[in-house]
């Protein structure tokens, strides 16, 4: 995993069962260096937005895992403004939207977005979130 | 030949007839005085009554008619305009062969003038006999309002209808009365639109009987011209259709009702999929870890993860609970709630938060003092509406909630308004009363609140509304 040591990932989320126990999964299989955690749209795009002025490269992640439902600004409203500011950034970063909606009129309207990578379904498949860091390293 | 006719006049019998008898013509008295003439002012023969009697029209096919019954014995019937001495026409159906009561001489030939009004009288009687019928069974009456006269005439059905006496004589200055209270905006402006642009109409609306029965009619109507088209009144039916009406109201509100419990049974649905889902697929994602971890100590370490989710879990479930609960209370029974008292109850709950707060509560429910409800749903609504205006209080300020009541639309409606953080309705307006839907960063926000509070409103067919401004506060309405 001497690939992975650089990559830093992100996570917004308000369900904290869950945010513990995708860090247990990155931490064991040491998926990556270093995880920022949100809980809320807002919270987040306030820390991409001010990460614009930034030269520490590492303060940017590759990865984000988006839920949809959250209070105060959902994972909609975070795309939104985040296709704003995506191109900005230094290196390209990957968006994927987790979230336990089945709802087809929630993963089709998230895969219509050029910003997202892909619709994952909770509960997230281990195997599935290791492939995308190696995926990402790859690349 | 027909030169010879020679004229007389026949007076035995009150019919109105010709008489051809040895090429003499002889026309009965009856025809004569129905037309308004005498023997003595006018010609009797056919050149006469071909120039100036009968319409033009009419008279060529005379001619050939009384030609081919003089030289051939054809038999016709015929109607036509003849003209009476103050110069109108009157219709007449000649004929020939008629049956005769009286004796007929031989060589005489009668040709018969019937006025037509006879017999469309009779016609007239039977078509009167089905118009009645056919007001009674449908149950419509007529109207007309003489705007030169002032006045509005009823038909009969209109008044047994309207429940007032054969010889009432309708009000045209107090017409409004026969209109019920809410319909009687709509009646004028239907009636002015048709009185003054001439648009006829076509509307349900109530009216009122003598013995203050509203009910349920269809009313129509059109407007009338005279020839230099003014509208110089209107014309009108209208059928009672209240049986119809209330059925079709009812039949209105019980769909209404299935759709509103349709549509909290598929949020439910859709609550219980999405917030079990969330807690399953935590679990799921704990029993992977515990199969890809290998060392006990850290497939121990996951069991606090399973602890927690089973504690979200039974929270969850116990809010689900809730609002079920929520629906199989609603056949509880309705008491007498006082609001004054719902209120005190709610206070003296929560005195401790009041005071720590340093919150102003008025209340003023002076217009609607009391309503039935069930007395728990009351205190639980006003409970969570009064917390939360507390708990979203602004930072620069006490709150301040002013609550109270009064009608609209023949409803009672509670207000509640506060001077809080206001929420940002472009934004939250949508998902203002979803579960588990929390606008502000409080720590202690669960979402589920006004869930609950719109769900028992709702549970018991009332309505609840909200209005609000970031900075400036919240009010909600709520119709019982």
């Known amino acids: 995993m001497e690939l992975s040591h650089k990559k830093t990932a992100c996570i917004i989320d308000d369900d904290l069962i869950y945010i513990s126990l995708v860090k247990k999964i990155i931490e064991r299989k040491n998926l990556c260096n270093k995880l920022l955690v949100f809980n809320d749209g807002k919270q987040s795009i306030n820390y991409f937005e001010t990460l614009l002025d930034t030269i520490d490269s590492d303060a940017i992640p590759e990865i984000i895992f988006l839920d949809l439902n959250m209070p105060i600004m959902d994972g909609w409203e975070f795309i939104e403004r985040f296709k704003k500011i995506k191109n900005k950034f230094s290196k390209s970063i990957e968006l994927y939207v987790v979230s336990s909606s089945i709802n087809p009129t929630d993963i089709n309207r998230a895969k219509a977005f050029n910003e997202v990578n892909d619709y994952l379904k909770k509960p997230i498949n281990i195997d599935a979130l290791e492939k995308i860091f190696k995926y990402n390293n790859a690349s | ?148 006269k002032q006045k509005s005439y009823w038909d009969q059905q209109s008044r047994r209808i309207l429940e007032y006496p054969e010889d009432y004589i309708p009000s045209l200055k107090n017409s409004e009365k026969y209109y019920s209270e809410a319909h009687k905006r709509l009646a004028r402006k239907t009636f002015i639109k048709c009185a003054v642009y001439g648009k006829s109409f076509n509307i349900e609306l109530k009216m009122v009987t003598s013995n203050n029965r509203e009910f349920w009619v269809k009313a129509m109507g059109k407007p009338v011209y005279n020839t230099k088209r003014d509208i110089i009144g209107i014309r009108g039916v209208f059928q009672d259709i209240d049986a119809a009406k209330t059925k079709e109201l009812n039949l209105l509100k019980t769909s209404n009702i299935i759709a509103s419990q349709n549509k909290r049974l598929f949020n439910f649905a859709h609550i219980v999929s999405h917030n079990l889902r969330s807690h399953s697929s935590n679990l799921t994602l704990v029993s992977q870890l515990i199969d890809s971890f290998e060392s006990p100590d850290e497939k121990l370490e996951l069991l ?107 409803k009672p409606v509670l207000e509640i308004s506060d001077n809080g953080l206001g929420i940002d309705m472009e934004k939250f307006g949508a998902n203002l009363f979803g579960m588990y839907k929390t606008f502000h960063y409080n720590s202690d926000a669960v979402g589920i609140g006004l869930f609950i509070t719109k769900n028992q409103i709702e549970a018991l067919h009332g309505e609840i509304t909200v209005e609000s401004e970031v900075n400036k506060g919240t009010l909600f309405r709520i119709f019982f």
Request: glycine letters at 2%; a positive charge; hydrophobic letters at 40%.
């Open chain 2, 304 to 410: 606090d993860n399973v602890k927690d989710i089973a504690v979200s879990l039974n929270d969850t479930i116990e809010h689900l609970n809730e609002i079920v609960t929520i629906q199989t209370n609603i056949n509880k029974i309705k008491s007498e709630v006082k609001f004054n008292c719902a209120l005190k109850q709610v206070l003296s709950s929560i005195n401790q938060i009041i005071i720590r707060e340093n919150a102003l509560i008025n209340s003023d429910f002076s217009k609607v003092e009391a309503i039935d409800y069930i007395p728990a749903y009351m205190e639980s609504i006003m409970l969570n509406l009064i917390t939360n205006a507390i708990k979203y209080k602004h930072p620069n300020r006490p709150p301040v909630i002013n609550i109270k009541t009064y009608t609209k639309n023949a």
């Open chain 2, 1 to 148: 030949m027909l030169k010879n006719v020679t004229s007389r006049v026949v007076n035995d019998i009150d019919i109105g007839y010709w008489e051809l008898k040895s090429g003499e013509l002889y026309w009965s008295e009856a025809f004569l005085s129905v037309l308004g003439y005498s023997e003595k002012n006018l010609k009797i023969s056919l050149d006469f009554f071909l120039k100036n009697l009968i319409h033009k029209e009419d008279s060529n096919l005379f001619r050939n008619n009384f030609f081919g019954l003089i030289k051939s014995n054809v038999n016709f019937r015929q109607s036509m305009l003849i003209r009476t001495k103050k110069g109108t026409y009157k219709e007449f159906v000649c004929t020939t062969n008629q049956n005769l009561s009286f004796k007929l001489e031989k060589d005489s030939k009668l040709i018969f003038f019937n006025k037509r009004k006879f017999k469309t009288n009779k016609k007239l009687k039977k078509d009167k006999f089905y118009f009645k019928q056919a007001t009674e069974m449908t149950r419509t009456g007529s109207w007309y309002v003489d705007f030169i």
